[in-house]
């Protein structure tokens, strides 16, 4: 499953930097599929969804640092655990019980973005 930044955050931002799929974006920011991926172009995610990597996307939050579920991992294939539930000093990085997904469907995930890291 994803990680969710919930509203116990206090927009330190120690957690963006430690994404390896840049996946965490401050409030009010756009995003992109492929930053911090190997994506471009017109792909279809693995959950199906057809997108263009390249085309900018709608902030998820407003106010506080989000996490784009399509792009995150728990950080399978980079660490033994989500490096920014381990940084967060309010431990705001919690799962996500909206978009669960198992270890296998991550590490696809993380593959799919990263097919040659």
């Known amino acids: 499953m994803a990680i969710i930044i919930t509203d116990e955050c206090i927009n330190c931002g120690a957690c963006e930097p430690e994404c390896p799929n840049t996946a965490i974006y401050e409030g009010a920011d756009?995003?992109?599929?492929?930053e911090g991926t190997s994506l471009e172009g017109d792909v279809v995610l693995p959950n199906g969804k057809e997108v263009n990597a390249d085309e900018v996307q709608e902030p998820v939050s407003d106010e506080l640092y989000y996490i784009v579920p399509d792009k995150c991992t728990e950080c399978k294939?980079?660490?033994e655990e989500p490096q920014c539930a381990a940084v967060c000093p309010v431990d705001c990085c919690v799962?996500?019980?909206d978009h669960v997904e198992t270890e296998e469907e991550l590490l696809g995930k993380q593959k799919f973005m990263h097919p040659d890291g």
């Open 30 to 34: 756009e995003w992109r599929y492929s």
């Open 77 to 79: 294939g980079f660490h």
């Open 95 to 97: 799962p996500d019980e």
